[in-house]
């Protein structure tokens, strides 16, 4: 690409996108919303991190336009960010988990806003499946060592 001041050559930078995923903790489950658009499915709730918002800030506002809760006591977990993690674009997702009280409900990008538990998860969209594998792995494991 040549600069239109100098008419030099400049190099393109092509960046992941930064998105976050948020595991709400209600109740011994987790929330999952049916995605409203493309691509379908169930997944995390979550999107894209807005310019000058910080990813604590997007996955607290993420959390509460796709479910209707306010998710308190926001941790960050793990980032996933493999080039084929969403058939769009390369993502670069940081996932957080969170609890909240009462029941969600769905808005924004969500169809459905359900409660699940490890043993009744439907089929997941994006890396979903990886990433609540690695929730539950991490659970059992802090679970344990609680009070150890």
Known sequence: MK?????N????HRNPVPTVDIIIEIDGRIVLIERKNPPFGWALPGGFVDYGESYET????????ETGLKVQSLRQFHTYS???????MHTASTVFIGQANGLPKAGDDAARAELFSEHNLPSLAFDHATILSDYFSFKKT????VGA
Do not use: M, T
């Open 58 to 65: 997007a996955a607290a506002r993420e959390a509460e336009e």
């Open 142 to 145: 802090n679970d344990r060592n």
């Open 9 to 12: 050559e400049v190099p393109v």
């Open 82 to 88: 493999a080039p084929d993690r969403d058939a769009r």
């Open 3 to 7: 600069c239109p001041h100098c008419n």
